[in-house]
């Protein structure tokens, strides 16, 4: 009944939103004197701000029709090359006969839209083949295209490595970070020749244990029976996806807020300021982040739950106890990371990052104990939080750089890159693993109570010091 209330509500605001709509129109008309003064302006304002946080954002896009390659403007197509029933493998086609390396995003399910990482596309285009993960609206797939899940997920991965074919380069923003460890885990214990060159895993949740956040102390003092009967619903009948069960887009999007309601409070606050003051570059700046933040998907509930417990509650991955049950033969796996031996490894954190605090995701070098010194490396922003870590000025100046940097460097496919290129990419030297990482001392110590894991710790530190 939840979704049921919620579309009752959002049906009820309807008539007035759409008398909200026509006052903003008219008094921002610019043949309309009182557009001009302080009233109009206020009215009009008021008008906005109410119509925008009643609105059912829809599915962005991507909206990149074009990029920079050698200081000339290069056309880029969209184009599906692979559709599954829960996930398009989108290809931004450049129209260039320059090769660079491939390098799929995977993005993550987590309630927004893949669009979520146009700044990290839009970033990596003038120098990569790039391609990214499109998830579908749960509540768009009907209950006949069958079930969702982390194994269905991590299947997805390898499917899609396996239509690019080698070599390609994995970047995993957030909560893929899991899958796709499992998958290059999984596909390098079978000696699948698909297996990824490179994995960048950028504030992923690969052991929770090591810092605590919102999000993680929530899934460890809730049972999973809790999140089933608390934020579990049914689609309603008049979806294409009816009667599926998910975790709803509009209760994930109150998560969102309320951790950090203040913050998103103060940012309507000055939007409305920027309205009534007629700072219209402010305005279309929050409106063009909200317009993305505010879209949000239905997400299968299996796929939810079984995350919840695994990655969270079990601690399956950094335990090695993580198994996949093929989706194809029913069979079952275990997941090793001592399988990880070609599969170069970059991590990337963010100082302020309050989802994948930090640590968290520098523990996949602790797990990769065959993985040679010089195929692993990790890039700490200062001064970014979850979302910086993948857009914003320092994902494009400082971040980007490094993670193309690391690609060339396990990358002999394509052709090379630009002199003038290659001066703008900032030293990638191995990474600093020092105490000022906060962490990284939580996960010396634990693995200190582990003998059998302590010196390969100290023999990676001391390679890179």
Not at 300 to 324: C, I, N, R
Request: aromatic fraction near 10%.
């Amino acid at each position: 009944m939840l979704y049921h209330f919620y579309d009752l509500q959002h049906a009820m605001l309807t008539p007035a939103r759409l008398g909200a709509e026509v006052t903003r129109m008219l008094y921002q008309h610019p043949w309309n004197p009182l557009s001009y003064t302080q009233m109009g302006r206020t009215l009009a304002a008021n008008a906005e701000l109410f119509e925008r946080v009643t609105r059912r954002f829809g599915e962005p896009v991507f909206g990149l029709p074009e990029t920079k390659i050698d200081g000339r403007k290069v056309a880029v197509v969209e184009e599906i090359l692979h559709k599954k029933p829960f996930c398009s493998l989108l290809h931004f086609k450049r129209l260039t006969r320059r090769k660079d390396p491939k390098v799929l995003i995977v993005a993550p399910m987590s309630g927004h839209f893949a669009t979520l990482l146009r700044g990290t596309v839009e970033a990596l285009l003038p120098h990569h083949d790039v391609y990214i993960t499109d998830w579908i609206d749960a509540r768009q797939v009907p209950l006949g295209a069958g079930r969702f899940n982390l194994d269905d997920y991590i299947a997805y991965v390898m499917e899609f490595l396996e239509k690019l074919g080698p070599p390609v380069h994995l970047i995993a923003v957030c909560q893929p970070a899991v899958p796709v460890f499992a998958a290059a885990a999984l596909m390098e214990a079978a000696g699948d020749p698909n297996a990824p060159a490179s994995m960048t895993l950028m504030g992923g949740p690969i052991d929770p244990r090591v810092s605590k956040t919102q999000v993680t102390e929530l899934a460890e003092q809730r049972p999973l029976s809790w999140f089933e009967n608390t934020v579990v619903t049914e689609v309603p009948h008049y979806y294409p996806g009816a009667y599926r069960k998910v975790y709803p887009g509009f209760v994930q999007l109150g998560g969102f807020m309320s951790m950090n309601l203040d913050r998103h409070v103060g940012s309507h606050m000055k939007f409305y300021q920027h309205l009534v003051t007629g700072d219209g570059e402010s305005a279309d700046a929050h409106r063009k982040f909200y317009d993305e933040y505010l879209s949000v998907m239905d997400i299968s509930a299996d796929f939810y739950l079984q995350t919840v417990e695994t990655v969270f509650q079990k601690h399956a991955l950094p335990k090695g106890e993580m198994s996949w049950k093929s989706p194809r033969s029913g069979k079952i796996y275990p997941v090793d990371p001592l399988k990880i031996r070609k599969t170069a490894l970059l991590t990337v954190e963010g100082e302020k990052d309050d989802i994948s605090a930090h640590g968290q995701t520098t523990a996949a070098h602790v797990l990769c104990r065959n993985l040679p010194a010089g195929r692993q490396y990790h890039h700490f922003q200062e001064s970014v939080g979850h979302y910086g870590i993948f857009n914003g000025s320092r994902w494009r100046t400082q971040i980007m750089p490094r993670i193309r940097h690391f690609i060339r460097q396990f990358d002999k496919s394509g052709d090379p890159l630009p002199e003038k290129d290659l001066l703008a990419i900032p030293d990638l030297s191995p990474p600093q693993w020092n105490e000022r990482i906060h962490g990284i001392t939580a996960v010396r110590e634990r693995l200190r109570k582990q003998a059998a894991l302590e010196g390969r710790m100290e023999d990676i530190l001391r390679s890179y010091e």
